[in-house]
């Protein structure tokens, strides 16, 4: 099935979950989005439709929740030079709902933070994903929101891998944690944000923490 089709079943697919009066059809519905989100297809046509303009609510979510259980579960199915191309992506969206919807964009922070515990700290270039962060804040500030949900997000996602990726991710974002307190700091002067970032300050102190009883 082209990648069109298949992006037109999953509507209709999300469709039928949704609003069908059957019962047996939403079950139908639901095992089909199942399955679906196991496929290699998953990735662009997920991708695509979170880029598309015409995307309702419902397919913006399971979308962004199937490319976010993508990245963490099934990384390996990608060749490793499709890393940037994932990256921008993914970077792209984040900026498009900056201001929501809020689970859209949470899950898409969180796809990022998964790709970041895959890949070498280098693949961000000089300091790893929080000096990339940093960078990427500076010249768009107008998407701050967003990022800020990704430097939340950063560390709880260390939390929820096996403890060999675990320790290294942990130890890479210990070495970078400095450059994101000096970030959540200048970013305390947005009134309108101050909730949002003493979350994330509160998420990278548990992190340290957690460090230091081990």
Same mark, same amino acid.
């Given at each position: 099935?082209?990648?069109?089709?298949?992006?037109?079943?999953?509507?209709?697919?999300?469709?039928?979950?949704?609003?069908?009066p059957?019962?047996?059809?939403?079950?139908?519905?639901?095992?089909?989005?199942?399955?679906?989100?196991?496929?290699?297809?998953?990735?662009?046509v997920?991708?695509?439709?979170?880029?598309?303009?015409?995307?309702?609510?419902?397919?913006?979510?399971?979308?962004?929740?199937?490319?976010?259980?993508?990245?963490?579960?099934?990384?390996? !199915? %990608?060749? @490793?030079?499709?890393?940037?191309? #994932?990256?921008?992506?993914?970077?792209? &969206?984040?900026?498009?709902?900056? *201001?929501?919807?809020?689970?859209?964009?949470?899950?898409?922070?969180?796809?990022?933070?998964?790709?970041a515990?895959?890949?070498?700290?280098?693949?961000?270039?000089?300091?790893?994903?929080?000096?990339?962060?940093?960078?990427?804040?500076?010249?768009?500030?107008?998407?701050?929101?967003?990022f800020?949900?990704?430097?939340?997000?950063?560390?709880?996602?260390?939390?929820?891998?096996?403890?060999?990726?675990?320790?290294?991710?942990?130890? !890479? %974002?210990? @070495?970078?944690?400095?450059?994101a #307190?000096?970030?959540?700091?200048?970013? &305390?002067?947005?009134?309108?944000? *101050?909730?949002?970032?003493?979350?994330?300050?509160?998420?990278?102190?548990?992190?340290k923490?957690?460090?230091?009883?081990?």
């Amino acid at each position: 099935m082209q990648s069109m089709e298949l992006q037109d079943t999953v509507k209709d697919a999300l469709t039928a979950l949704y609003h069908h009066p059957d019962d047996a059809v939403r079950m139908q519905a639901d095992r089909w989005l199942q399955d679906f989100q196991r496929t290699i297809d998953a990735w662009q046509v997920a991708d695509n439709l979170l880029h598309d303009a015409t995307s309702n609510l419902e397919t913006l979510i399971f979308c962004s929740q199937t490319l976010r259980s993508k990245v963490q579960r099934d990384f390996e !199915e %990608l060749p @490793s030079e499709a890393f940037r191309q #994932l990256r921008d992506s993914l970077n792209n &969206l984040l900026k498009k709902f900056h *201001k929501g919807p809020p689970i859209v964009r949470t899950q898409i922070s969180i796809a990022v933070a998964a790709l970041a515990v895959h890949v070498p700290a280098e693949d961000w270039g000089d300091g790893g994903i929080v000096n990339w962060l940093r960078n990427e804040m500076n010249s768009h500030p107008e998407y701050i929101p967003g990022f800020l949900e990704l430097l939340t997000v950063l560390p709880e996602e260390a939390f929820n891998y096996k403890i060999a990726a675990r320790r290294h991710f942990e130890k !890479e %974002l210990t @070495s970078q944690m400095e450059i994101a #307190l000096t970030i959540l700091t200048a970013c &305390l002067n947005i009134s309108e944000l *101050k909730e949002q970032v003493l979350e994330a300050f509160a998420s990278w102190l548990r992190l340290k923490r957690g460090l230091q009883g081990i």
